[in-house]
């Protein structure tokens, strides 16, 4: 997995990148009670809005990390927004995206240095 300076994982499935929020996002945003998803299809530029989440602390957007389109988005997440502080590495992502050079993740963090950058 890679990560973002914004609390984002992105994770590479097939020609396919996943992308959902971090433990330390989930925890800082406290009970998550609605997520707003965008559109399969539509078409999205690093640092767009894409996502929003609304917590009982606070409303979060969520960035779109690279260039693509969105192909799929967790519907589960519209039913159970609560999914995002149960199991946010894994049932509680946002959307795919459909990128057209995979590379440009190299320029994202690993574990490691996002975990330097939590501290």
């Known amino acids: 997995m890679k990560y973002t300076e914004d609390h984002e994982w992105l994770r590479i499935e097939g020609d396919l990148v996943v992308v959902g929020i971090t433990e330390h996002a989930a925890e800082a945003l406290g009970d998550v009670v609605f997520v707003e998803l965008p559109e399969p299809g539509t078409q999205v530029a690093r640092g767009d809005e894409v996502c929003v989440i609304e917590s009982v602390k606070a409303a979060s957007d969520i960035l779109a990390p690279v260039d693509g389109e969105i192909v799929a ?23 795919k995206m459909k990128l057209a050079d995979l590379t440009v993740l190299d320029g994202f963090m690993d574990e490691a240095a996002y975990k330097d950058l939590i501290g």
Do not use: I, M, R, S
């Open 73 to 95: 988005v967790n519907e589960a997440l519209g039913d159970t927004p609560g999914l995002v502080n149960e199991d946010p590495l894994g049932k509680a992502w946002f959307f």
